[in-house]
């Protein structure tokens, strides 16, 4: 049975990636940093976790070594933090670049040394690596670093056999986006997912460095837009 890592495994992304590899027979192991949360995610698709902060090399070392051989990471804990640079404070430019940065390296050192050929690691980036957000630079800035971190692992790894992808989606339906003042289309968890499956399915000859995802905007496969709660809430509340 292959063991699939999953960071951010609580909700979201990271979730529904659980929940996709479990009905595939995977081993999957769900780590995230509240545990009740985890707890709950890990019942509800019948996989293993452990509380682990990808931040902290101290706590998420032991969460590797609970997995024991990796077949597959997927890394798709991370914030949407940060605000305008003018506004920015050091201490929020710092807690947004070490969820989404510092952890890419925590997560691989830890889980490297367990992995072997055919391994995998697939990164969850964000379209804001190639198109910067307004008011979101640390997050940018720390998804573009990703990125820039996976592709110089692919040229360290190859040798081994690891393969390692990036999946950028547009936005999600997440709760991540709940916090965003404007309405978008949006893809859902579920496809991240599907499209992360589908990496490892490939043969480890084949080589994909990352997979675009966007939600169709036009036509009869477009979805209704989402609309966010901080939308809604200025809507009743009759703020611009």
């Not at 929020?92 to 367990?114: E, G, H, I």
């Not at 709760?175 to 490939?202: C, H, K, N, S």
Request: neutral net charge.
């Amino acid at each position: 049975m292959r063991t699939a890592l999953i960071t951010g495994g609580s909700g979201g992304i990271g979730k529904a990636c659980g929940r996709r590899l479990a009905e595939a027979g995977y081993d999957v192991v769900l780590t995230a940093r509240r545990e009740a949360p985890l707890r709950a995610a890990a019942e509800e698709i019948g996989a293993r976790y452990v509380v682990a902060d990808a931040s902290s090399p101290e706590t998420f070392a032991p969460a590797a070594e609970a997995a024991g051989a990796i077949g597959l990471v997927v890394h798709a804990s991370g914030i949407l933090g940060g605000t305008y640079a003018r506004k920015q404070t050091f201490e929020q430019w710092r807690a947004t670049m070490s969820a989404n940065l510092d952890s890419c390296f925590v997560v691989t050192s830890a889980a490297l040394p367990r992995m072997t050929a055919g391994s995998r690691f697939v990164f969850i980036s964000s379209s804001a690596a190639h198109e910067p957000m307004r008011a979101r630079t640390a997050y940018s800035a720390a998804k573009a670093g990703m990125n820039g971190f996976a592709g110089a692992l692919a040229q360290e790894v190859d040798r081994d056999g690891i393969a390692v992808h990036i999946v950028t989606p547009g936005p999600v339906e997440t709760d991540m986006l709940q916090d965003v003042p404007f309405e978008m289309y949006a893809i859902r968890a579920a496809d991240v997912a599907e499209a992360v499956a589908w990496l490892d399915t490939l043969d480890p000859g084949v080589d994909v460095p990352e997979i675009r995802l966007h939600a169709v905007t036009r036509g009869p496969s477009a979805r209704p837009p989402v609309v966010p709660l901080e939308v809604q809430r200025r809507a009743s509340s009759g703020a611009p």
